[in-house]
């Protein structure tokens, strides 16, 4: 199997800024701004929220995109057209309220709202729920967030990589535009998809690394490199995050227990260009961008946005759970091989951040709810991290350059048709 670029098994990374300190990211209030682009998201966020559930089929397993959607192309410049086409495309792939996959009643309470947690039929009463708990909030939906994010009986922070990690993404998007809405769907995620294997592992296992290291590009290599999972899996696709998981454990954490949090706002830059790496630079126009492995971008972009919203006493337990996410989404994947200079050797050409915004905003995947939020993420790196001698720039262009659909699936899911992700 080839191996990952490195040194010394290290893996090539721009150089990093070495912030002190990292400024909070730039947010678009939407009940602040009257110009008649952020009217139109209001007004479509607040549509969706009243119309469609968070889960949608098949058997619940998938999830809205639409804040993600409306909310990537608002960012990239679309107009108030372009929103409502966006709004359009994904509404008709969701569910309503009252479809009969779903319970609505107003049964899930302050004191028993912990025994419907991963009840995916509850998905519209968790979200009515929360909405409650925001209108008799006197501080506001951030106030109820931060309530049952860090519950002392079930902290929902805990198992946010559950569902691909959407519950982390949501909120992302809750926080960049200050909506109540889409912050209240995030928690009814939280609930739905908590990640259970991450909630285990809270009370730190034993120790069974065989090496150390704060890099976990390093640990990503490890595990490319890891002779014990050939032939472990034989197409990729999510489903195999389960026998990972729960078959494979000690070997899964073997790796995870070897990277060390030394600084948690160096390894935050550090994760966020390994996303960069792994989501674009594994992909070309030939063998296609992986779809699982483009999520692992999409959740660091989440946890830079969110960053100045954790406690700092908990952020290196997130980073700890991103980790793992990336671990077992990495190796599901069949451990394709990366390597920086696919995207540092690619021409500018005269491109930057307009052409990127002009271009994505006129591509055939439009209407991709994920095309987007790829095109965003290393934007947003840049302006967190620097330039980089173009790193992010070069990878966002890239993508657009050779996107030509997605993969990764494997065999899918029962009534899931990929070309339609």
Known sequence: ???????????????????????????????????????????????GHAETAILREPALKFHTHLPHHLGSAYRLGASSKQLHEAYSAEANELLAHDHQLFYRNDNISRENWTEFIQQ??????????????????????????????????????????????????????????????????????????????YTDLINAPPDNSKYKTNSLGDIVSAIHRDSRFDGLLHQPGFENTFQLMYSQRDLMLEHWNAWEITDPLQQLEHICDLSVLLAIGTGDAEKQYDFFLAHLMTVAHALRVLWHEFPAER????????????MYIYAAQLRRPFDMTSITDFELEGRDWQWVATTALAHEAALDAHFFKVVCAPQAFEGAFGKKQDFYLKAAIKFIVEFNGWTGFGAGTDGFDPSEA
């Not at 309530?147 to 809750?174: E, M, S, V």
């Not at 952020?315 to 990336?326: H, N, S």
């Open 315 to 326: 952020r290196m337990t997130i980073l700890k759970e991103y980790a793992m996410f990336v």
């Open 120 to 197: 995916k039929p509850q998905a519209v009463a968790y979200v009515d729920f929360f909405d409650r708990e925001v209108q008799e909030s006197s501080g506001g939906w951030k106030e109820v967030v931060q309530r049952y994010l860090y519950d002392t009986k079930i902290p929902l922070i805990n198992g946010l990589t559950g569902g691909l990690g959407h519950p982390f993404i949501h909120l992302a998007y809750a926080y960049e535009f200050q909506s109540a809405a889409v912050a209240t769907e995030a928690l009814g995620l939280a609930c739905t998809e908590l990640d259970s294997f």
């Open 1 to 47: 199997m080839p191996s990952a670029h490195q040194e010394n098994n290290h893996v090539n990374l721009p150089e990093p800024a070495d912030l002190s300190k990292l400024l909070p990211v730039i947010t678009y209030p939407i009940e602040e701004l009257h110009n008649e682009r952020t009217k139109t998201l209001k007004q479509l966020l607040n549509d």
